[in-house]
């Protein structure tokens, strides 16, 4: 009698094709990531070898799925987006409490943001596909930071009143010029300004 076990048949039909959609869905997630990371440090107009040799593809992966600059970056935006408004609840539910959800919450923002310099030059051809980035960059991020403000005001962090787009206005306004001036890091200020929310514990 064979010892030999029996081996599981590879998936066929609609199961194959399930198969295959996730595989390509992780594939472009990993590529957005590698291309995230290489815009943060060298910009939008990094050489898309370094964002292929970044991912471990080759660069016909890449051309493949997005033919052109603009296409990845608006990607990576729309990845980026994605990213930061699944991590609110995260946060609010992992931190010690909800001021340090919102503090690492505008960390994750800030990173976007870096990425976020150069999209305007990347899609000047195209002014109404920006539109539309903005429109769902502020759709989906608003209600995020609204109810990360809610929760530490609510717990006595912050002081109320603060507006969930004029915070993350200020801070995008903090984040201009930081890839033109080595010297300047808007952390610090940024800083500075989660430090003022605060609302002072009575003695």
């Given at each position: 009698m064979s010892t030999e076990k029996p081996t599981e048949n590879p998936p066929t039909g609609k199961a194959a094709s399930r198969t295959k959609r996730a595989d390509a869905v992780r594939n472009q997630r990993t590529l957005l990531a590698a291309a995230a990371e290489v815009f943060v440090t060298s910009g939008v107009d990094a050489p898309i070898r370094q964002i292929a040799a970044k991912a471990g593809v080759g660069m016909g992966t890449i051309y493949r799925h997005f033919p052109t600059r603009a296409d990845l970056v608006t990607a990576v935006?729309?990845?980026?987006?994605?990213?930061?408004?699944?991590?609110?609840?995260?946060?609010?539910?992992?931190?010690?409490?909800?001021?340090?959800?919102?503090?690492?919450?505008?960390?994750?923002?800030?990173?976007?943001?870096?990425?976020?310099?150069?999209?305007?030059?990347?899609?000047?051809?195209?002014?109404?596909?920006?539109?539309?980035?903005?429109?769902?960059?502020?759709?989906?991020?608003?209600?995020?930071?609204?109810?990360?403000?809610?929760?530490?005001?609510?717990?006595?962090?912050?002081?109320?009143?603060?507006?969930?787009?004029?915070?993350?206005?200020?801070?995008?306004?903090?984040?201009?010029?930081?890839?033109?001036d080595p010297r300047y890091d808007p952390r610090r200020l940024i800083e500075l300004l989660l430090l003022g929310l605060r609302q002072p514990r009575q003695t």
């Amino acid at each position: 009698m064979s010892t030999e076990k029996p081996t599981e048949n590879p998936p066929t039909g609609k199961a194959a094709s399930r198969t295959k959609r996730a595989d390509a869905v992780r594939n472009q997630r990993t590529l957005l990531a590698a291309a995230a990371e290489v815009f943060v440090t060298s910009g939008v107009d990094a050489p898309i070898r370094q964002i292929a040799a970044k991912a471990g593809v080759g660069m016909g992966t890449i051309y493949r799925h997005f033919p052109t600059r603009a296409d990845l970056v608006t990607a990576v935006y729309r990845h980026q987006i994605e990213a930061c408004a699944e991590a609110g609840p995260r946060l609010l539910a992992e931190a010690d409490s909800p001021f340090d959800a919102l503090r690492q919450w505008i960390d994750l923002f800030v990173d976007f943001l870096v990425t976020k310099h150069g999209l305007a030059d990347a899609l000047q051809s195209d002014s109404s596909r920006f539109t539309a980035l903005h429109t769902y960059f502020l759709d989906r991020l608003g209600p995020v930071c609204t109810e990360l403000l809610s929760a530490a005001v609510d717990a006595g962090d912050i002081r109320p009143g603060t507006q969930p787009y004029e915070l993350m206005r200020g801070i995008g306004n903090l984040c201009i010029g930081r890839d033109t001036d080595p010297r300047y890091d808007p952390r610090r200020l940024i800083e500075l300004l989660l430090l003022g929310l605060r609302q002072p514990r009575q003695t």
